[in-house]
């Protein structure tokens, strides 16, 4: 399986600076017909600015180190705050860029579309509102993936009545037939009182499999654990019902946070995993490795490609 091993990782992207609150992560890598492609966030510490900005970069190699090929910053998309991109190929060949916007002065999130031919012709202009939210939910860091005829979305969406609870998420599921207008199916994967994700649970990479439907999640069990998620695994049969497998996270930093995970299958059968790792100085680098499957946790179904 694709569970991190940050032991055989190396480092795609350093942080922006060093010490808490300077991240490069939250990846989101596509295989293009010459290159991978790779779409994550910069940030700085709430002070400092927070999320500023989304690069799209381009490897120089089979996806280890990039060159960056445009920068798109939160005051071009008019946000206070820029979160985890998602970079999709169409199967038509075009590509798009999902961002999560924090809306100014509140706790919402939505999700802004970028479309373009090429992945460094993205055009902040152009942007339109794609998952909107609304008074009672924020929405952010969808996940994509196009199967069988179909776009299905999962999206951590969080509640705002009660603003002190914003940091609370569960994952819910949507479909749509173009990846504009988008059909919300209900809640896939929710928290679990009592355990290490009983504050909240966020979907980051989705595989579908023979045997149903095979995720990875960010998970939390405080609002003090708030950007120090670490990775579960959860299974279905469908892509609207996910179940968590195990009682424990499956992967973690010595030093917090191991959240993000995105799985990027290469043309040579291998398969590249991104995710964002805490190191010892409580800054956030975005690693990558290279894998081949495992063997499962009892109960997580063989994976197939999408």
């Known amino acids: 399986m694709y569970l991190p091993q940050p032991q055989l990782s190396t480092v ?24 991978v492609y790779l779409a994550y966030r910069l940030r700085r510490p709430l002070a400092e600015g927070r999320g500023y900005a989304v690069v799209v970069a381009r490897s120089v190699d089979d996806g280890a180190h990039f060159e960056p090929l445009l920068t798109i910053t939160k005051d071009q998309m008019r946000t206070e705050s820029l979160e985890r991109p998602t970079l999709v190929r169409t199967p038509s060949g075009r590509w798009r860029l999902y961002l999560s916007c924090a809306t100014y002065g509140t706790k919402h999130w939505r999700v802004e579309l970028l479309e373009a031919d090429r992945p460094d012709a993205f055009d902040p202009a152009t942007a339109k509102v794609v998952l909107p939210g609304d008074l009672k939910t924020g929405v952010k860091d969808p996940v994509i993936v196009h199967h069988d005829g179909i776009w299905h979305l999962w999206a951590s969406c969080h509640p705002l009545e009660i603003p002190a609870e914003a940091d609370q998420m569960v994952t819910d599921y949507a479909t749509s037939p173009d990846g504009l207008e988008w059909s919300w ?44 998620e670490r990775t579960g695994v959860a299974a279905g049969p469908g892509p609207s019902t996910l179940t968590a497998v195990g009682t424990e996270p499956h992967a973690s930093s010595v030093y917090g946070g191991l959240r993000y995970l995105d799985i990027v299958p290469l043309p040579d059968g291998r398969t590249r995993i991104y995710y964002e790792w805490t190191r010892s100085d409580g800054a956030h680098e975005l690693r990558t490795e290279v ?16």
Do not use: C, I, K, M
């Open 12 to 35: 795609a992207v350093p942080p922006p600076g060093d010490g808490p609150g300077f991240w490069a992560g939250a990846p989101s890598a596509v295989a293009g017909d010459d290159a």
């Open 185 to 228: 199916q209900g809640t896939a994967l929710d928290r679990r009182p009592g355990y290490w994700d009983s504050r909240g649970v966020r979907v980051s990479a989705v595989r579908f499999t023979p045997a149903g439907v095979l995720a990875f999640y960010d998970g939390r069990a405080s609002a003090l654990e708030n950007y120090e």
């Open 291 to 306: 894998r081949l499957p495992e063997a499962l946790p009892e109960g997580v179904p063989a994976d197939s490609d999408q």
